[in-house]
């Protein structure tokens, strides 16, 4: 073959080639818009586990795997009879330490009285110390003059010396007094702090029993039934497991180039192989910050075209709750994000069942 008729033959080839390239990108039946992005996912929810707070046998469960359950909805009860048993005991306590509370202060009452009256007997002893120094002093100036005899004068000393010593001991039994008032007191303090100390275990008695009915923290679906009744269960033991219903999305994952140009809140269409008549209109709410699949080095571009980010397209919650009895997880299918916003979606992914 002349060297013409080869450079003929590779002109015909490349021409062949381009226009097949293009003819299978006009004629491709699934192909995308520029600016439209896609990957395969499943539908996943948000996974709630109903445990219990204390070590305890389970009563009763009133729910079953695959009810919907509302927020606040009782959903599993536990054995309370221990409990019940501890908050009577408290109780009783409770109303020892307000008896002790009462007889502290009517200790108080008693030794406020001793106390007057500890003061009054200090008084009179006063006054008769007084008197009694008077009547010492006349009779030192009587027995001058030989108008007392000496036996007079020291029968008034003595009583001057018994009065002043009656007066000292009754200022000690007033202090006595205003320490037993300060030990009472301190009864009272005691005693109220029990008291406070029984009411704070009457209400984590009470605490622990209101814990001990299970119920649902929001609007959702019974996944699994863990545990049944008679079983006896540890702290945090799982007794359900829910679905929360209002928090529904796909996720998928894009490579590097698409990843880097979506931006959190972007327009979404999540299209089910369940239900491919149903396009579903959603936002972006999740893009990780680690790439998935990634290679052990990444030294060229190539290598960092194969790392993989995980997305995640939120379905709106009011279009959860419009269409509650048939969100189902676990269900695959396809999730198309808009990579730039004013890329146009596709005629079969423009219309969704929120315009409907």
């Not at 008291?195 to 119920?215: C, P, Q």
Request: aromatic share 4%; hydrophobic share 45%; glycine share 6%.
């Amino acid at each position: 073959m002349s060297f013409s008729r080869k450079w003929l033959a590779l002109g015909a080839v490349i021409v062949l080639a381009v226009v097949g390239y293009y003819g299978w990108k006009e004629l491709r039946p699934h192909g995308l818009p520029e600016g439209i992005a896609g990957g395969n996912g499943r539908i996943e929810a948000t996974e709630i586990d109903v445990s219990t707070k204390a070590a305890g046998r389970v009563r009763d469960v009133l729910v079953r795997e695959g009810d919907f359950v509302q927020a606040g909805q009782t959903l599993a009860v536990m054995d309370t009879d221990q409990l019940q048993a501890q908050k009577r005991q408290a109780e009783a306590q409770l109303q020892q330490a307000l008896i002790a509370v009462e007889t502290a202060r009517n200790q108080v009452t008693q030794r406020t009285a001793e106390q007057a009256a500890s003061t009054a007997v200090v008084a009179q002893r006063e006054a008769e110390r007084d008197a009694a120094d008077k009547r010492l002093k006349r009779s030192e100036q009587l027995i001058i003059r030989d108008n007392i005899s000496q036996q007079v004068l020291d029968d008034d000393r003595a009583r001057a010396l018994g009065a002043a010593a009656a007066v000292e001991a009754a200022k000690a039994q007033l202090a006595a007094t205003n320490a037993a008032i300060g030990a009472a007191e301190s009864q009272v303090i005691g005693a109220g702090a029990a008291v406070d100390a029984a009411k704070a275990t009457i209400e984590r008695i009470e605490a622990d029993i209101a814990d001990s009915v299970l119920t649902s923290p929001r609007d959702g679906r019974v996944q699994f039934r863990v545990a049944q009744p008679g079983e006896v269960l540890a702290a945090g033991g799982r007794v359900l497991n829910l679905v929360d219903l209002s928090d529904v999305y796909m996720t998928f994952f894009l490579p590097t180039a698409q990843a880097g140009k979506l931006a959190l809140g972007a327009d979404a269409r999540i299209v089910l192989d369940a239900a491919p008549q149903y396009v579903i209109p959603a936002r972006i709410s999740f893009v990780s910050d680690v790439a998935q699949f990634t290679p052990k080095t990444v030294e060229t571009a190539v290598e960092r075209e194969k790392l993989m980010f995980r997305i995640r397209a939120q379905i709106p919650p009011e279009l959860l709750r419009q269409y509650i009895t048939h969100v189902k997880t676990g269900l695959p299918g396809m999730a198309y994000v808009q990579l730039h916003p004013d890329a146009q979606w596709p005629e079969n992914l423009q219309k969704t069942v929120a315009d409907q």
